[in-house]
């Protein structure tokens, strides 16, 4: 698995879990906060690894 999908997965992980706790704070059942980490996930790890992917390629082509 290549680090930055490895490293987007853990920091989306994290992400999903606050935003999941934050949902449940706010008082909404526990199916909400289910959705809304699944949504928070599925969106944000392809953003995560796109960023990161990118940025590799930036910081290669410097060298």
């Not at 999903?16 to 959705?35: D, P």
């Amino acid at each position: 698995m290549p680090k930055e999908l490895k490293r987007a997965i853990h920091n989306s992980v994290i992400i999903t879990l606050v935003a999941g706790v934050v949902v449940n704070f706010q008082g909404e059942n526990m199916l909400t906060s289910l959705l809304a980490m699944l949504y928070s996930f599925v969106i944000i790890t392809p953003a995560l690894w796109l960023s990161y992917w990118f940025t590799q390629k930036l910081l290669q082509k410097r060298k």
